[in-house]
């Protein structure tokens, strides 16, 4: 049964910084399973790919997705307005 993912992407391995992305099927919000994943993905990054730096980008009225992004210890950096819909910016420290 496949009910969402979460991926790294652009990575920089010169620079050690990359941007996670993911997305979860919304039968399954609020279980945890995507604190699990990305908590995993985070560590996984920073032990096996040494990379020190992890970024994310949201919509500002994408609440879910801010909680996870604070719960996982991102801090929020930016919001841009040049896109079709605000989004925000948010990155951790490995």
Known sequence: MFIGSVTLR???WEGKTAEIGYW???D???KGYM???TNFLLDYAQIKLGLLTVNAITY???ESSIKLLKKLG???EQNIKDYPK???IY???L
Request: a negative charge.
């Open 74 to 76: 991102f801090e929020f």
């Open 10 to 12: 652009n990575i920089d």
């Open 35 to 37: 604190y699990e994943a």
């Open 60 to 62: 500002v009225d994408n």
């Open 91 to 93: 990155s951790k420290h």
């Open 28 to 30: 399954y919000l609020n």
């Open 24 to 26: 979860l099927d919304v």
């Open 86 to 88: 605000e989004i925000s």
